[in-house]
């Protein structure tokens, strides 16, 4: 029945609405300023009327969903941190002391925090989801990360979550995650469906020095021999070589993109899981938006795999949503200048007839 409901879910994606994005571009070139003096702002409008059917869409509900779980490939010390922090910052997070709590309310979203597989206990809390899987992967050195029926639980997990909100009225979705050693699980992913290899996809993570670096790249590639990864398959490459959240982020993408609600990419293990969603739903990729692009090598080799241009470019590598909730504001005000800026016709102004201000 699982693979029946992911599926569905795959199937329930529609095409995006070029006659939507036609008019929106045709809206802009009536506002009253010269055609394209918008630049990338523009193509954000005519993206969004293209996912939301709507040439004046209002993103009145955005949300930060913020994904944890752990990752049993830490045993091979391929972070600084131990395991123990990725629980400490669920807890961060419910507390609203992490970067993403002060970002995301600067931006004016709030943030969703789930338990998509964290290994230790959690309390119980108002604001904590619990929709794990698992307590944490395997070893993906050496052995699956997960079962494939874990995997598309996990997939569908994050589209049950996804569902609940979007019915409280969510209509910007930004993804975020936590997980000491998720940054590994993000290059096998990154290698296996985009083919680079694994010293260009695996970086230093939370702090890793040179000989940490050197050491996490060898254990990715032992990952990758071990796994022989088929990128045709991609709920298998998840199930060998992902992280529980990084299978929940997929599913909810693609939940959203079949409610046609934006979604907006964080950094490097939020696009991994992009990744792996596009593979299984092609439609999804015109309904992804990065909001910036990482100091990790491997996010700007996932991006141009996608096709995405990143927003911001900020140096950051922290996660958590963090650059997404950065990039939200920017999103929602190409929405606004749909809604609010007036016409020529009805400011009154006059063009040269060619459309072009002087």
């Known amino acids: 029945m699982t693979a029946q409901e992911l599926q569905a879910l795959i199937g329930s994606i529609p095409p995006l609405d070029s006659a939507a994005e036609q008019a929106a571009r045709a809206r802009l070139d009536r506002l009253t300023k010269p055609p394209g003096s918008l630049g990338v702002l523009e193509d954000i409008v005519a993206q969004l009327a293209a996912i939301t059917g709507r040439v004046q869409p209002a993103l009145d509900w955005p949300a930060v969903l913020v994904a944890a779980a752990d ?3 830490v045993a091979e010390g391929v972070s600084p941190y131990p395991q123990a922090v990725t629980a400490q910052m669920v807890r961060n997070f419910l507390r609203g002391g992490a970067a993403v709590n002060a970002l995301a309310a600067a931006a004016g979203a709030r943030v969703i925090v789930v338990d998509a597989g964290v290994a230790a206990d959690l309390p119980d809390h108002p604001d904590l989801r619990r929709a794990a899987a698992a307590r944490g992967t395997g070893n993906l050195r ?3 990360a997960m079962s494939r029926a874990a995997a598309a639980q996990a997939v569908l997990a994050g589209a049950a979550v996804l569902a609940d909100e979007a019915r409280d009225g969510l209509d910007l979705l930004a993804l975020g995650e936590m997980g000491i050693g998720n940054s590994t699980a993000a290059a096998c992913l990154t290698s296996a469906l ?9 970086g230093r993570g939370t702090g ?7 050491h996490k790249r060898a254990v990715v590639a032992e990952a990758l021999a071990r796994a022989r990864p088929d990128p045709a398959d991609p709920l298998g490459v998840l199930a060998e070589l992902g992280g529980l959240e990084i299978a929940l982020l997929a599913g909810a993408a ?8 934006p979604v907006v990419l964080d950094g ?13 739903a092609p439609r999804l990729r ?3 938006i990065a909001g910036h692009r990482s100091a990790e090598p491997g996010h700007a080799i996932a991006l141009e795999h996608l096709r995405l241009r990143p927003l911001l470019e900020l140096d950051m590598r922290l996660g958590e949503g963090t650059g997404a909730a950065l990039a939200i504001p920017i999103v929602r005000a190409a929405a606004r ?6 016409t020529f016709e009805d400011a009154g102004v006059a063009d040269r007839g060619d459309g072009v201000t002087g």
């Open 71 to 73: 990752h049993g490939v």
């Open 142 to 144: 050496r052995e699956p």
């Open 194 to 202: 985009t083919g680079a290899p694994p010293e260009q996809t695996t």
């Open 208 to 214: 890793l020095d040179d000989a940490g670096l050197r």
């Open 254 to 261: 693609l939940a959203a993109a079949a409610r046609r609600i």
């Open 268 to 280: 490097y293990i939020s696009t991994s899981a992009a990744l792996v969603a596009v593979a299984l």
């Open 286 to 288: 015109g309904f992804l």
């Open 337 to 342: 200048v749909m809604r609010e800026m007036a």
